[in-house]
């Protein structure tokens, strides 16, 4: 693969908990990347949201991080980064992207002596895109939860990896948003064919009820949930009386 653009993947997110379906967007990703015979993908981030997220059944980061380093244990590509969860309030999409790729910027510019910035995708230098599934897309159509700019930049600077499960029909979401149409060639879609309906909060429904999710979850995170007693009846009412932090900061920042 020499002469492709180094690429990055990030994925931002509750993880809450971490499920294969989540680990398999990476794969998936990676796989379409690298098909499109331009970039060779060099690496790829966990970054789970901050408690500050406010979203009912949250459980605390420390546990949605150890999860997902377990889980991830035995790959070779994708890690997890705590910045984000580490954040007294949570961060806007494009203000965890910024730092990572301001990150792996500087560490390719320590080991090449190169200082060129911001980068362009045939210098060589390593790129970022926002790794996401498909309801994440959708949720830019959701009034008051996402700024235009930041979807200008997150689509337009960065870039966009989405991954389809079921029936969503990306190529109609893009096509109903003037920003997503006007970055068209910066959004690479991605269709599972091998439909995996695994959801987060289908999982937590089932342990709440008692109920096995042996091969939803690895092993180890079902052992580590199981000893730290998490997603109880009692953890699932936690934010329930709290609105969802980007509904009231994006509120903010715009009065």
Request: charged share 25%; hydrophobic share 35%; net charge positive.
């Amino acid at each position: 693969m020499a002469g492709r653009i180094p690429l990055f993947l990030l994925a931002c997110g509750s993880f809450n908990p971490i499920t294969h379906q989540h680990m398999r967007l990476f794969e998936l990703a990676r796989d379409q990347m690298h098909q499109t015979g331009l970039y060779r993908v060099v690496g790829g981030i966990v970054s789970p949201v901050s408690d500050g997220y406010g979203k009912q059944g949250l459980v605390a980061s420390k546990h949605r991080l150890t999860m997902a380093r377990l889980a991830l244990h035995s790959s070779d590509w994708v890690t997890v980064d705590d910045w984000e969860s580490q954040q007294s309030d949570w961060t806007e999409t494009v203000v965890t992207m910024r730092y990572h790729y301001g990150r792996i910027a500087a560490q390719y510019q320590q080991r090449t002596g190169l200082s060129k910035y911001p980068p362009t995708e045939n210098s060589g230098e390593p790129v970022l895109k926002l790794l996401c599934g498909a309801d994440v897309m959708e949720t830019f159509k959701v009034s008051g939860l996402w700024r235009d700019d930041h979807i200008e930049e997150v689509v337009g600077r960065f870039g966009l990896v989405c991954v389809s499960r079921g029936t969503r029909q990306l190529d109609r979401t893009v096509h109903e948003s003037d920003v997503l149409s006007r970055h068209r060639q910066n959004i690479f879609l991605v269709r599972e064919w091998a439909q995996n309906e695994i959801s987060a909060t289908e999982v937590r429904r089932a342990l709440r009820r008692g109920n096995s999710v042996k091969y939803l979850l690895p092993d180890s995170v079902i052992d580590y949930i199981k000893e730290n007693n998490l997603y109880t009846q009692d953890s699932e009412m936690k934010n329930k009386e709290i609105k969802l932090r980007p509904l009231t900061k994006q509120t903010i920042l715009q009065d």
